[in-house]
């Protein structure tokens, strides 16, 4: 089977770091007898925009909803271009439109990097953030009353569904349940946002009982970014609504050291549209430009997406080679120390894939 | 003048905290010539709620409305009573009703306490984070439609107001102007919380146009969570919605070393009511009846209560005899490696003040 992988680079570093990722995709998929096909799509972008005034075509869907995957890399200029344009013109579009509904990310201490956290090592810090991606904090509905007065109020509504609740929830309990230490935990706020909230404890108790093998445990989100700093061994599969997922999967990684190598996947579990696979590290606009973003993040991501096909030996090779990219300390970027450039760390992970 | 103070000491290791917290004030007051005056109430707390089937009296507010100021230990207990009685019947209706819009905490690496922060010294993290206290995402705006179904949906809004936003960012722009540094950064999430972050923005420009000699930049609230691991000596003020607030000031002491010493302000700068002093840490139903809290935080909470009074000298007197006291080592909780009790640890700061 050949796949069909829709590459969109879009902004900033995005479009330095994805050349690097489809090396290293390459170099797994000769080694592994996977066949990779790539259309390349210069769409969600400034440069797009600035040309067509929208940032998509208006058959983006006939366009890239028929591929496998897509490989993304970053979009977002907020000096050129608003973000609920560009963001909410492409990828928060994607997440909706593609029923991205899971947000996946590994948080994992890698060999090689140190910590910030005082005494880590890596073993001590390895699991993952479900991120439920549709619904809850980031709706749009709401308004403002009264403007430029003194009765001014805006007010935003999270909105969340049985089924948005649910489905996320019983990913989140899978994912646990096919993991050695089959622990779950949910991040919650329900002692201070008293409806929606408690709502979604309900929904973690109605779906534990489907999961009696799972242990489970919920912590309110302010003490639980205090537990990822004090004791992130305690997590095995963290569990969070939109705003919560999205917190956690920018700490966690910051424990592990750098945000530039962590990747992030937006799955739609049953396959019926594309899934999304990104870096988690954004467009960056100060280093855009100088060669120097760490092309880590894009290139774990498309490991990801080749384990999301199915293609888990392929996707696994990848992943090591980058472990020993960053044990050998030796070709890493600024962000890690370093002084290589995108690319030399790129084609070093690349010449590792065995 | 004669201080009047309201000391609340609620549940679990609110208790056992509270009788240092006073023990310290006292000695403070006395060698600073500071009168205090305390009325001990027995209410918000479980025992009271077992008793008279609610939190508080009916004339709660004739009671502890005229005071100078309420001390306060802690509130909750999960396992006997729900959340949204407890702390809704007590610590948020304080808030609200009298209307403490500024919750107020220092985040600062104490002398001789390991941060689990790599490499980290006292000096390198000395912060505050202030946070709107009544409305943001804590509203009472919301419910539930189609229950059992599989339409089920439940909905909750976040309110800000212009009054509320602009209150509290003029309060934290005037504290950055009294800092050495005068350097302010607003919490957003303007990229995905659509509505109510972009006029959380959008106030905070406009009223950073009142302040030209104060520095200010903003943080979407993931990276502001990574940031705080990464380089808690970026910051100087931190202001953030309700939700935004808590998370950072959990998170904050959590990168200082412990919880167990982080004290709070619940705070009506106006002095149209009183304001609540707490310690962070809350309840900790699991650890209670041991004598084993660390009884800092509400003996820095007493420090800040003093400041708020204008009784500046005694309050700096108290913070200095907890700097000196985790400075020895000697006499710390279990939270902080040692193993003196509670009363142990209060004696030894009292014994300290001058
Ligand atoms: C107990 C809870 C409602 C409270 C809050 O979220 O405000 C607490 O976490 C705090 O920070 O004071
Ligand atoms: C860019 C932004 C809208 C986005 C989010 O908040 O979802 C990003 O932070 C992410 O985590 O993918």
């Not at 591929?67 to 907020?78: E, L, T």
């Not at 991606?133 to 805006?154: A, H, K, L």
């Not at 050998?328 to 450039?341: C, I, Q, V």
């Amino acid at each position: 089977k050949q796949y069909r992988i829709a590459v969109i680079p879009g902004d900033g570093i995005g479009k330095e770091v994805m050349p690097e990722g489809l090396r290293v995709l390459e170099a797994a998929a000769r080694k592994h007898g996977v066949s990779l096909h790539f259309d390349h799509f210069d769409f969600s972008s400034w440069d797009y925009y600035e040309k067509h005034g929208q940032m998509m075509p208006d058959d983006w869907k006939e366009k890239i909803g028929k591929h496998d995957a897509i490989y993304f890399g970053a979009v977002g200029w907020p000096a050129k271009i608003p973000d609920h344009v560009s963001l909410w013109g492409s990828l928060i579009k994607f997440r909706r439109e593609f029923d991205q509904y899971v947000n996946l990310r590994p948080v994992r201490l890698m060999p090689g990097v140190p910590s910030p956290l005082a005494g880590r090592k890596p073993g001590d810090i390895d699991f993952w953030v479900v991120r439920e991606n549709t619904e809850g904090e980031y709706s749009s509905v709401g308004g403002r009353m009264f403007p430029d007065t003194d009765r001014e109020f805006v007010t935003q509504q999270t909105v969340m569904t049985r089924v948005g609740v649910d489905r996320i929830l019983k990913f989140a309990f899978e994912l646990a349940q096919s993991r050695p230490k089959k622990h779950l935990t949910s991040a919650t706020k329900s002692n201070g946002i008293s409806i929606t909230m408690p709502y979604w404890d309900e929904r973690v108790e109605a779906m534990a009982k489907k999961f009696p093998g799972v242990k489970w445990d919920k912590y309110h989100i302010d003490i639980l970014t205090a537990n990822f700093v004090l004791h992130p061994d305690w997590f095995d599969v963290v569990v969070g609504s939109n705003l919560f997922g999205d917190i956690l999967s920018d700490l966690g990684p910051a424990c592990t050291g750098t945000i530039g190598i962590a990747p992030s996947g937006n799955v739609n579990p049953e396959g019926d549209f594309p899934s999304v696979f990104e870096p988690v590290h954004g467009s960056a606009p100060d280093i855009a430009g100088q060669g120097i973003a760490n092309p880590i993040g894009a290139i774990w991501s498309g490991a990801m997406m080749l384990e999301h096909l199915g293609e888990k030996v392929a996707g696994k090779s990848i992943v090591e080679a980058i472990e020993r990219t960053l044990a050998e300390r030796t070709l890493r970027t600024k962000d890690l120390g370093g002084n290589a450039d995108t690319t030399a760390c790129g084609k070093a992970v690349a010449d590792m894939v065995d």
